[in-house]
Each structure stands twice: as structure tokens, then as C-alpha cells.
């Protein structure tokens, strides 16, 4: 690993934050992993520390910043971000409910921002890593994906322009952008839709779903030392659903 002091994941109990969080500890990094409800999965593994983040409450997010501050000020090396936290809704945009719009909007874009901005004294001080988990429908589009996409394709524009402004303190920003991902998500596409997931695997050249360990060792490989001249990038975990 390069020389990160500690790395915060949010959404720590979802299906990639988890494994990014386990790929962290088997790299002897210590890690924050924050989300709505403490992941208790992770709480007893070694070197990681459990905090409650609600991405859609300022004062959540405020109070989270403060106390990844205050910890990482005893600590020596950089300060890593990891964005794994968001909401998704898969509806017809005609459906759709504006006041849904919102709740995706404070969770996929306004929390990560908010939060990177209460981190900036350590992301300023030292060199560090910031790697926001972004979506291949933000840019390829995909049917009932309409504000998701909008919302992390936000995401892409805002680290490329933060990869600019923290270029000169020596930390990097970098978008991890997975395509369809087995796990929690993919399951209840299958409850409602059984031939869903064998009509999407034909779209992948891969012909199967990212596993989210997959998609971790991309953020893993973002975070570390053969990435060091690596910044404003978008870099695609989709088994060639996209390509550029």
C-alpha cells in the first residue's frame, strides 16, 4: 500500500464496501468503515474502526469529517477516501417520484461532496487518495436508471475537477466505475424479474457480473503505490459492458 495513514469507506456494509474493507485489512491498512447502520460484519476484523454516517443528514456527514480529522491528526501518512455509499432506484423516469429525485441526489452526490469538503485539511496536508464509486449507466445510459445515472455521472465531473485542485497537495482523485454487480442489488432484480439477470449477462462480453471483490481490488490498486501518477481518471470494472 502507499503511504496512507488510514483509509474511510462509507457504505462499509454494502456488498463492495465490505469487500473493499476486507482487501484493506489483508493489506494492513487500518480503515474507518462508516454507513447508515455500523456493518457488524467488519467490526471485528483488525485495525478497523465502525461509524455511523447517514449521507443525507449535513450534520451526519459534519460530525463523521470531524472525527475522521481528529483521528487521523495522531497518525502518520495521507488520509484515503473511499465514496462506496449510494442509493439506487430502477423505475420508468414517467414513474418516477420527484421526492425520491432528492433523496438520491443528497446520498449519490451532495453527502460525498459534503464529506470530502469537511476532509480537506487532511486531504491538503498530506498527500492522499480519494476514489469516488461512480456507475457505468452515467455513461452509457440505461433504461429506468434516468436520476441514478444523473446523479453519479454529477460524480464524474466533480472529481475530475477536485483531481485538479488537489493535484498541487500531491493527492489523487480517481472514479471507480462498475457495471452490473452480483450481490444485494442483483438478487432483488431476480425476485421481480427471474430472466433478468440471463438477458443482462448476454450484454456483458464477459458473460458474467462483476463480483464486488472485483471491484475492489480496482479501488485497492487506486489506493496503492502503482498508482501514484494516477488522478482524475475514470477507470471501468464492467467486463467490457463499456468501453472506451
Known sequence: ???????????????VGRAVVERLV??????VAADL?????????????????????HESVVA??????????????????????????ITPFADSDPATWDQLYRVNQWGPLLLTHALLPALTARPGSVVFVGSDSARAGAGGEVVYS????????????LARELGRHGTR???????????????RLTQADPDYLTRLRRGIPL??????????????????????????????????????
Not at 1 to 15: S, W
Request: proline share 6%.
Open 26 to 31: 489483508r493489506d494492513g491498512m487500518p480503515v
Open 64 to 89: 463523521v469529517g470531524q472525527e475522521v480529522l481528529a483521528r487521523h491528526r495522531s497518525l502518520a501518512g495521507g488520509l484515503g477516501v473511499v465514496h462506496c455509499a449510494g442509493r439506487a432506484q
Open 150 to 161: 444523473a446523479t453519479k455521472a454529477a460524480l464524474l465531473g466533480a472529481a475530475k475537477s
Open 1 to 15: 500500500m502507499t503511504a496512507l495513514g488510514q483509509v474511510l469507506v462509507t457504505g462499509a456494509a454494502g456488498d
Open 173 to 187: 482523485v480517481n472514479v471507480v466505475s462498475p457495471g452490473p454487480i452480483a450481490g444485494t442489488m442483483s438478487e
Open 207 to 244: 458473460r458474467r457480473l462483476a463480483d464486488p471483490d472485483d471491484v475492489a481490488a480496482s479501488i485497492g490498486w487506486l489506493l496503492g503505490p502503482e498508482s501514484t501518477y494516477v488522478t482524475g481518471q475514470t477507470l471501468s470494472v464492467s467486463g467490457g459492458i463499456t468501453m472506451h
Open 37 to 57: 447502520c455500523p456493518p457488524v460484519e467488519v467490526e471485528e476484523l483488525p485495525g478497523v474502526t465502525t461509524l455511523t454516517l447517514d449521507l443525507g443528514v
